[in-house]
Antibody, heavy 120, light 113 residues
Framework: EVQLLESGGGLVQPGGSLRLSCAAS????????MNWVRQAPGKGLEWVSG????????YYADSVKGRFTISRDNSKNTLYLQMNSLRVEDTAVYYC?????????????WGQGTLVTVSS | DIVMTQSRDSLAVSLGERATINCKSS????????????LAWYQQKAGQPPKLLIY???TRESGVPDRFSGSGSETDFTLTISSLQAEDVAVYYC?????????FGQGTKLEIK
């Protein structure tokens, strides 16, 4: 059974940093692209970042480019999102999401999400 | 970026009746090399993460009831629930994964009339 377990969310002041983690199990983590998708309170879904498995290429939404960094540790089956220079508008539930195969494929599994609140 | 627009923000349908949710992309998401539409539909119930329902615009994910179906091509897509059940109350999102950034429609909230 595929499981994705996010952690690391919490309350942070504007300008601060936070690192999210996603522990994956139930599939061969190193074989699949992975993503972070967020959802602001009461709002829709926004793809934030993705990372391929073949060459580790990373992709970002314009809204987070230069501030967020996605990475993966295939030896630990873990996906990360380093978030710097956080803004109030980054407040959201952050979901770890597995791609069906490469980055240009549907998202077939989602974690339960971790809440990030940016507020003074 | 490809903009995904769902025609309605909310929809109320009676139990047992048909529900139709429309989604339009700002450019074609049909890849000519494999003749696939890079369009997926997700269901999100309150307090839960999204769940994949339909991929390639019309292929049902394993375990999804057959009352859910998808149709359309290139820029215009539809999710149909043939006979609405109480457990179908949710927000439904379309998503294109043809290009990065992947983008979602704004969501359609489906309720019981």
């Amino acid at each position: 059974e595929v499981q994705l377990l996010e952690s690391g969310g919490g309350l942070v002041q504007p300008g601060g940093s936070l690192r999210l983690s996603c522990a994956a199990s139930g599939f061969i983590f190193s074989s699949y692209a992975m993503n972070w998708v967020r959802q602001a309170p009461g709002k829709g879904l926004e793809w934030v970042s993705g990372i391929r498995t073949s060459d580790g290429t990373t992709y970002y939404a314009d809204s987070v480019k230069g501030r967020f960094t996605i990475s993966r540790d295939n030896s630990k089956n873990t996906l990360y999102l380093q978030m710097n220079s956080l803004r109030v508008e980054d407040t959201a539930v952050y979901y770890c999401a597995k791609s069906y195969n490469d980055i240009w494929s549907r998202t077939d599994y989602w974690g339960q999400g971790t809440l990030v609140t940016v507020s003074s | 970026d490809i903009v995904m627009t769902q025609s309605r923000d909310s929809l109320a349908v009676s139990l047992g009746e048909r529900a139709t949710i429309n989604c339009k992309s700002s450019q074609s998401i049909l890849k000519s090399s494999n003749n696939r539409n890079y369009l997926a539909w997700y269901q999100q119930k309150a307090g839960q993460p999204p769940k994949l329902l339909i991929y390639w615009a019309s292929t049902r994910e394993s375990g999804v009831p057959d009352r859910f179906s998808g149709s359309g091509s290139e820029t215009d897509f539809t999710l149909t629930i043939s006979s609405l059940q109480a457990e179908d109350v949710a927000v439904y999102y379309c998503q294109q994964h043809y290009s990065i950034p992947q983008t979602f429609g704004q969501g359609t909230k489906l309720e019981i009339k």
